[in-house]
């Protein structure tokens, strides 16, 4: 079983908001992904497109 991450493979951390510009997760976020519960993951990738519109980005980055 594959589990849905929203990596985009652009791992740039921005200094300023410490986001990820190509997912808009933090550090921990993406260290701990895999451990996380679905429901944790979920809470994540609920924040994310307000996260990235932040950093300038309607959505993550192909």
Known sequence: MTLA??????CTLDPA???CIGCG???D???CWK?????????????????LAR????EAVP
Do not use: N
């Not at 451990?35 to 307000?50: F, H, N, Y």
């Not at 950093?55 to 309607?58: A, C, F, M, Y």
């Open 35 to 51: 451990s996380m519960s679905q429901a944790e993951r979920d809470r994540v990738m609920a924040v994310l497109p307000e996260r």
């Open 5 to 10: 991450s929203p990596c985009t493979k652009v």
């Open 55 to 58: 950093l300038g980005r309607d």
């Open 17 to 19: 908001a410490k986001l």
């Open 25 to 27: 997760r933090t550090l």
């Open 29 to 31: 976020e993406i260290a």
